[in-house]
């Protein structure tokens, strides 16, 4: 919102020139999200950019991005919207930072370094044998080579 208020949109049209696809995608989603509150005559007089964000940016059946009517999209008329965020922001922090209350949304260690210097409890049958379970499941098994280096 702070976009609009500043009045980035006649920068982020110069930023279109930039030949470089990525950037103006990002530009264009930008935009997009701006030009619900940039009123009638900025979407009339930028016709080439609303067709290339119509073109390029990909769109969600309730979009509201190209029909804002002037009456509700009051560039200074957004806390509502903001205050929503914010809520659900704050409720995926709480969620996955703070104290975890419930295992489903518990955070997951995906950094095989840090899983596998964690120490592992080993049952006591296990390590009285040890040296049965390698004969028996590493030594003992043939190793097709062709199969684990993908040369079927």
């Not at 530009?27 to 009339?44: A, D, E, P």
């Not at 950094?111 to 499941?137: A, I, N």
Request: some cysteine; overall charge positive; aromatic content about 12%.
């Amino acid at each position: 919102m702070m976009l609009v208020v500043f009045k980035s949109a006649p920068i982020l049209k110069r930023a279109l020139k930039v030949k470089q696809a990525m950037m103006q995608l990002y530009v264009l989603k930008l935009l997009k999200i701006q030009t619900k509150y940039l009123g009638r005559q900025w979407r009339k007089s930028n016709m080439k950019t609303m067709s290339a964000i119509y073109q390029k940016v990909r769109h969600r059946m309730n979009d509201d991005w190209a029909y804002g009517n002037d009456i509700d999209a009051r560039p200074w008329d957004f806390q509502a919207e903001e205050c929503s965020l914010r809520a659900h922001i704050e409720s995926f922090n709480s969620r996955r930072y703070d104290r975890i209350r419930d295992a489903e949304f518990s955070p997951v260690d995906n950094c095989l370094q840090s899983v596998l210097g964690q120490p592992l409890e080993l049952p006591e049958d296990f390590r009285y044998s040890y040296e049965l379970w390698l004969e028996r499941e590493v030594f003992s098994q043939p190793i097709h080579w062709e199969e684990l280096l993908g040369y079927q």
